[in-house]
């Protein structure tokens, strides 16, 4: 590996520079590291052994049970502070999907005077740190802020104006922590469920999905790199149109950062950033 040499004589300040060329070392080695994971198919995984139930199960059968849930609330700096609550759920015991990362459970969730299913998703691997809680506020934290973007760009004189141009909306997550849960606790992200035919339109890695590249959620992704100056974009864009197709309904999003130990693993940081201009459409 090359090392770089300057002149220090030429700095007066030299903290800049560092911070700079440590920030874009860091970048990088996180880059190197995930492409590695992801492209190492000898790396042994434990997976969760389950029996899957696309049928919604009978609520009756299942007890319901006090579960903290978490929120997070996002500020116009994209700071998000967490809140804490307890709601109601039922949870069924099988899951009757799966993605890429984790499993989904059909819920029932009772808040106030009213009942409504939910979609409850976990990891599927069981190794050491592979369910922890602070992989479940990464994915929080990301889709609370892009949430926040979203109804931003939405606002947006140029946007607002045109009957044409769809809206953008982000499912609420909310994090489960199930204390109650033999042999240890059971971490969870919850959102409502929504009937529909889900469709990948970008990922995290260059991805754009020509058959239908929604020029709209190109044109999200572009923007938040210019509202964060460069510091974030939004991409890894799945979900579906409601609405008569008139709005994306949106989940599962990554954000790419110059702050490479926010937002897990997914975040690629400077060379995610420019993977998503060299591949745009």
């Known amino acids: 590996m090359a090392i770089e040499q300057t002149d220090v004589e030429k700095f ?78 039922r949870i069924a015991s099988n899951p009757f999907a799966e993605g890429g990362m984790r499993l989904a459970y059909y819920g029932l969730m009772r808040y106030k005077d009213r009942e409504e299913k939910v979609v409850l998703k976990e990891y599927k691997q069981v190794d050491k740190k592979a369910n922890i809680q602070e992989k479940y506020f990464d994915l929080l934290e990301c889709q609370t802020i892009a949430d926040f973007l979203a109804q931003e760009f939405n606002r947006l004189p140029s946007i607002s104006n045109l009957t044409i141009v769809k809206k953008i909306k982000f499912i609420m997550l909310k994090l489960v922590f199930d204390r109650s849960i033999e042999g240890g606790p059971r971490n969870s992200t919850l959102e409502r469920f929504t009937e529909g035919s889900y469709k990948k339109f970008s990922n995290n890695a260059g991805y754009v999905n020509m058959d239908d590249p929604a020029y709209t959620l190109q044109a999200f992704s572009h923007w938040t790199y210019e509202r964060t100056m460069g510091d974030m974009i939004v991409v890894d864009l799945q979900g579906i149109d409601i609405g008569d197709n008139q709005t994306y309904l949106l989940t599962d999003p990554c954000i790419h950062s110059t702050s490479v130990m926010r937002f897990g693993k997914t975040n690629l940081g400077n060379p995610g950033i420019k993977r998503f201009f060299q591949t745009r459409v």
């Open 12 to 89: 007066t300040n030299l903290l800049p520079f560092i911070v700079e060329t440590v920030s874009r070392s860091i970048s990088d080695t996180t880059s190197a590291l995930l492409k590695n994971e992801l492209s190492n198919p000898s790396k042994t995984k434990t997976l969760r052994v389950v029996n899957f139930d696309k049928e919604e199960p009978n609520w009756s059968y299942i007890p319901a049970k006090w579960i903290q849930v978490v929120k997070f609330e996002c500020d116009s700096q994209l700071n998000c502070t967490q809140i804490d609550q307890q709601w109601n759920i």
